[in-house]
């Protein structure tokens, strides 16, 4: 039942940062990117950790343990990715697709 309820809360999270990379807002583009991959990498983290775990324990744990590493290092990377975008001010939608205020 923990498993399930892990590859539900996986794909979710991993659904909505696909949906923040591919075709984030127009506003803060670079922030909601980085959440995006954030949240993508996060997804698989939740899966590895909750469900592989379960669904197949017989798999290496050196290999496990590199993955989650890996991962997790993915979503701080994309947390800071976010938190460097975040510190430049926006740029107005109108101002970047004409190139004049």
Known sequence: MVAVAGLLWAGAVAMLGWS??????TVW?????GLGFAGVAGGQ???????????IPDASPGLRRWLAIG????????????LVAASKP??????RATGTP
């Open 20 to 25: 923040l990379v591919i075709d984030p807002p």
């Open 29 to 33: 583009r670079e922030v909601f990117r």
């Open 45 to 55: 983290f939740v899966f590895l950790t909750v469900c592989s775990d379960r669904w």
């Open 71 to 82: 991962l997790f290092t993915c979503v701080l990377f994309g947390l800071g990715l976010a």
């Open 90 to 95: 926006p740029t107005p939608p109108d101002v």
